[in-house]
Nanobody, 113 residues
Framework: QVRFVESGGGLVQSGGSLRLSCAAS????????MSWYRQAEGKSREWVAT???????IYADSVKGRFTIPRDNGKNTVYLQMNSLKPEDTAVYYC???????WGQGTQVIVSS
């Protein structure tokens, strides 16, 4: 059974940093790219960042230069390092294996101004 467990969210002031973690299980982690998405209240879920199987990364323009998406294949875990946070980064953050249908429960990030 594919499973994603996100953690690390919380309340942070504008300009601060957070590191989110996503522990994956139920599939061969190294065979898949991994992505982070987010959904702000009242808005659609949007893509944030992807790390491919080979380690290359791509980012949404809104987070480029502020967020990074490393992965630890030995721990079946993908991270989202978020720096220089802004109030508009407030959302529930989800991770997902590319081309897999399952989602985790998400982790809430609130950035106060």
């Amino acid at each position: 059974q594919v499973r994603f467990v996100e953690s690390g969210g919380g309340l942070v002031q504008s300009g601060g940093s957070l590191r989110l973690s996503c522990a994956a299980s139920g599939f061969t982690f190294t065979d898949y790219g991994m992505s982070w998405y987010r959904q702000a209240e009242g808005k659609s879920r949007e893509w944030v960042a992807t790390i491919r199987r080979g380690g290359s990364t791509i980012y949404a323009d809104s987070v480029k230069g502020r967020f990074t998406i490393p992965r630890d294949n030995g721990k079946n875990t993908v991270y989202l390092q978020m720096n220089s946070l802004k109030p508009e980064d407030t959302a529930v953050y989800y991770c997902k294996g590319d081309f897999l249908a399952d989602w985790g429960q998400g982790t809430q990030v609130i950035v106060s101004s």
